[in-house]
């Protein structure tokens, strides 16, 4: 049996954050993920953003695991867990021994959601995250020519990267439409959904076209005028009036059917034709890995504000479970970031289980809350417009069931 302090399950920003805090605040602290490499969804993200700086994941991801290497953290990779229990302290079962820990951290992020297309199994059909991996980790294409099926702040910066890597995106196509699957929408709805993107368009002409786009009405008209070969943004086309029906090919990708849609995302029977591919990818959003949440007892809830599920968490990132804390996606999809400042709180919280408070721990935590408050206002891109909203279901949930605990144990 190996025992630490702290047991933080997600090598990610989140977790590597985390593990760096409570390292500092003297604990024993160990790391596990079953990913070779430490970083998480760091290692794909390679972005611009204000005034031409890069966003390097992969030199984030070095950077704090050096300083949780220095801190002396003990960082265990390629180790799957697969239970994690209660008893007098949290023990965690994996593939490398079981450890034993007094405060346990679920820091393990977000998973890609599926879109079922015709035509989707095929060799050469993957996640716009797997496109992203093996281009800025594994420095492998994902082919020469290709499609994006899903128009969403995700897919817009990855199209960015694939295309700085020297590989060609036909055009990014609306997925098609079907009611019994939630995560779908409208084109209209869409095209209302990347309106708050706009200040990132990189023409002056794109900017102020779309603060036109903020009514319903005027949403519609544009689609039902949308130039016929799509709106270009960095030379790659983006159809907010049609979609892949059908993905094409025997033993690996061929190439697509594309049909015009309407604004309620009906099919136009009459308009369909092939484009010539060697890869698609697929994007249906992201959503937060909660089974281990939901293992540990941690009661959940459905937010769509902030992507799916959420375990119950307050703003320090306790958990109504003694000892087992959250930070990440898994609170909710926002940017590395957001994960990094959560990862922050939730080391020193640990810290302040295991070590009893004080004055500066509490100016520390609350100096980390109101960061992350700030990390948010402050962010270019947003996965769900309203992620504001809630965080603020999540607080009122939270405040709910201290009262309700309260009252019982009166």
Request: charge should be neutral; include cysteine.
């Amino acid at each position: 049996m190996n025992e630490a302090e702290v047991v933080i399950i997600g090598a990610g920003p989140a977790g590597l954050s985390a593990a760096i805090q409570s390292a500092r605040c003297g604990l024993r602290v160990t790391v596990l993920d079953e990913f070779m490499k430490p970083g998480g969804r760091l290692l794909g993200q390679l972005h611009e953003e204000k005034k031409g700086v890069w966003w390097n994941g992969i030199e984030e991801a070095d950077r704090l695991y050096e300083d949780a290497v220095n801190s002396g953290v003990h960082i265990r990779l390629g180790t799957t867990v697969y239970h994690i229990e209660k008893e007098n302290r949290w023990v965690t079962e994996t593939s490398e021994g079981t450890w034993e820990s007094r405060c346990l951290l679920l820091a393990a992020g977000a998973a890609e959601t599926p879109l079922p297309i015709s035509g989707w199994t095929l060799p050469g059909v993957m996640s716009i995250g797997a496109a992203q991996v093996m281009t800025n980790v594994h420095r492998v294409t994902p082919g020469n020519k290709g499609i994006i099926i899903g128009i969403n702040p995700l897919t817009m910066a990855i199209a960015r990267e694939l295309q700085l890597a020297g590989v060609e995106i036909e055009g990014i196509y609306i997925p098609p439409y079907e009611k019994k699957f939630r995560q779908m929408e409208t084109p209209e709805q869409i095209l209302a959904g990347m309106q708050r993107m706009a200040h990132l368009a990189p023409s002056f002409l794109l900017r102020v076209g779309s603060r036109f786009l903020v009514n319903q009405w005027t949403r519609q008209k544009a689609i039902q005028f949308y130039p016929k070969k799509g709106l270009s943004v960095w030379g790659i086309p983006i159809h907010f009036d049609k979609t892949v029906t059908k993905i094409i090919g025997e033993n690996e990708v061929k190439g697509g059917f594309i049909s015009s849609i309407n604004a309620e995302g009906i099919i136009k029977e009459e308009e369909q034709y092939r484009k010539e591919v060697d890869f698609v990818c697929i994007s249906g959003g992201l959503y937060p890995l909660v089974e281990l949440a939901a293992v540990a007892g941690c009661p959940f809830y459905l937010i769509p504000e902030l992507g799916g599920h959420i375990p119950l968490h307050n703003q320090t990132m306790h958990t109504p479970v003694e000892g087992l804390f959250v930070a990440g996606n898994i609170t909710g999809i926002e940017s590395a970031k957001i994960a990094m400042v959560q990862g922050e709180t939730a080391g020193l919280s640990m810290g302040k289980a295991v070590n009893g408070t004080s004055r500066d721990i509490e100016e520390k935590l609350h100096q980390s809350v109101q960061n992350e408050k700030r990390i948010r206002a402050e962010a270019l891109i947003q996965f769900h417009p309203e992620v504001k909203k809630g965080r603020e279901k999540m607080h009122e949930l939270w405040q709910n069931y201290v009262k309700e605990s309260a009252a019982a144990k009166e």
